[in-house]
């Protein structure tokens, strides 16, 4: 069984980023994360992360269609 909960590093390798991305984008409110124990330890919850993953494909669609490639990009 996969952990509920999820390791910056973790989400780091998963999103094949690096770790002070996933730091920055759950400082700043783009990923949901909870912070937990007498260190404050981040936690990315699995769940949250696979909403996040649905929500940039969404995004990237979006951007997508309203920037269709045009001739030069085809280079």
Same mark, same amino acid.
């Given at each position: 069984?996969?952990? &509920?909960? @999820? @390791?910056?590093?973790?989400? =780091?390798?998963?999103? %094949?980023?690096?770790?002070?991305?996933?730091?920055?984008?759950? &400082?700043?409110?783009?990923? /949901? =994360?909870? *912070?937990? !124990? !007498? #260190?404050?330890?981040? &936690?990315?919850? #699995?769940?949250? @992360?696979?909403?996040?993953? =649905?929500? *940039?494909?969404?995004?990237?669609?979006?951007?997508?269609?309203? %920037? /269709? @490639?045009?001739? &030069?990009?085809?280079?």
């Amino acid at each position: 069984m996969e952990p &509920r909960f @999820l @390791l910056l590093s973790d989400v =780091a390798v998963e999103l %094949n980023v690096s770790d002070s991305q996933v730091y920055h984008m759950v &400082r700043s409110g783009e990923l /949901p =994360a909870i *912070k937990i !124990g !007498g #260190r404050g330890q981040w &936690r990315v919850e #699995r769940a949250k @992360l696979e909403e996040y993953i =649905a929500q *940039k494909y969404e995004e990237t669609a979006s951007w997508v269609e309203r %920037n /269709p @490639l045009t001739d &030069r990009d085809q280079d």
